[in-house]
Structure formats: C-alpha cells, structure tokens
C-alpha cells in the first residue's frame, strides 16, 4: 500500500480513508439512495404497465423441457420437446429493477450501511456482487429467451455461468486484500464464464436460416445489450490498473451505482419493449 494510502498494483490492501478521497462515504451513502429510488419507480411503472395494458400483459415467452423418446418406428432413442410453461416478459423485466433497488436500498440502511463503510474503505463491496448475481442473471436470462432460448436447463446452465461471473467479481476483490500484487486470475475466470451466456445467445440468434430477413435495428438491440452488460467489468478493469481517476476506490464505487442506474435502467426498457413484438403464437 502507497503512503497516501490508496491501493497500488505493486502494493497490498486497497484502502482510503475520508481525509484521503474526495468522495465522503456520506456521499456514496446518498448516491444509493437516489439509484434505489430511481430503481424502484421505474420498477413500479413497469409493473404496473405490465398488469393493466393488455398488449404488454399479453406478451409471454414459452419455456420448454426438451428430453429423448424412444421411437418405436425406426427403434431409435429421438428428441423432444414439452412446454412446461411462460414468462410474462413485462412482469419479470420489472424484477431485475426491484432487485436493484432493494440492494441499494439495504446499503443505505442504517443496519449495513457501518458494514459498507468499512467495506469500500479495504476495496471491497460484498453487497454489490451478490446483488449483481441475483439481478443480472434474471437480465441475461430475459435476453436469452428473447433471442430464442426456451430451453429450461439450458437457461438454468446461462444463470450458472452469470452467477459464477459475479461471485469471481467477490472473489477478485476477496483475493487482492491480501496480495501483495493484483491476482488477476479470478477477474479473467469471470470473464470466462460471463461469455458463455453470450455464446449462447449468439448460437440462438444466428442460429436460423433467415438471418437477411431479421431487420437491421434488431441487431443494434443485441449490440446495445452486449455493450451495457459488459460496462461494469471494464469498471472494475480500470480499478485495479489505477487508471486516471480510479486510483481510488471509491471512484470505482462511484461508477458502479452510476452503471446500475444507467445501464440497468437502458437494459430493463430495451427488453421490456421486446413486449411491442407480435406474440409468435399469433403468427
């Protein structure tokens, strides 16, 4: 650790003190509090919309359970598939927005907030990563089965992956408390397993024989996702390479409740207008 007390990459614990950060922890402690607020109007909104306009309540995705059968004609072992069920799409966008602002909302609360303090001050948001786990995932999921992905276990393998990206994220700031210089490791792990959710995505959606058909702004869509969910392990990359202003911590800090807020919000409309579609079932 440097003399001014903020974490080098050839020195130990990440570590600012508030004579030592332009950012008070009071202020990080108000940021939160707007973004959960903010969070959670556009929740309730969306929710809302989702119950009472009948084209958004309307819109629901099918999920399947694909499994073999035995083909007594050719005497062969052949896949299937079954419906076990649908998602309204309207109703569990809103989700990812509560979970976010329930999570913002418990690290302004008086009962963490001593814990969160003490936490950013040794480089180290426990909270963060767990929400992201819960939250992301159910966005990542939404957007697999927007693009194609019906199948339940493999969206139960994509949520597996996401969540693994997320708690590598904990396990990077965990790990490089106690090191003498960064360990990378567990950020390029996360890195990893937070690409197979996109692989699988890629497969789903170029997957078809009609990809001249699909209009240009659709993929613009999936590029702006892609875009939005990977801003927050460039954050956390310009953290610990202490570039420019995220020598401190708590500027990272800063801008990972600005990306929940933006990002968050930018990801939650996008897919919640993937309500505006005609209903497959229909055509």
Known sequence: MSSSGYYVESGGMLETQDDESPLSMAYLRRMN??????????AILMVTASQFVERIRDFTIPLSQSFLVFNETCGALKPDSKNVGNIQLGAATSVFLFLSALAHFIVWSPMYFERYSREIKSGINTARWWEYALSSSVMILL??????????????AVAGCNISMNLFGLLMERVNQLTETVDWSPFWYGCFAGLI????????????????????????????????????????????????????????????????????SLLAWVVFGGTQQPQAENC
């Open 33 to 42: 509090l707007y973004a959960g607020i903010l969070h959670l109007v556009q």
């Open 143 to 156: 957007i697999c089965m927007l693009f194609g992905v019906y199948d339940v276990a493999t969206l139960l």
């Open 197 to 264: 959710p996109w692989i699988v995505c890629f497969m789903a959606f170029l997957g078809g024989p009609d990809l001249d058909k699909i209009p240009g702004f659709v993929y613009g869509i999936f590029a702006s996702y892609l875009i939005f969910f990977n801003t927050f392990p460039i954050n956390m990359y310009l953290q610990y390479k202490q570039i420019g202003r995220w020598k401190d911590y708590r500027y990272g800090e800063l801008w990972y409740i600005i990306l929940s807020l933006a990002s968050k």
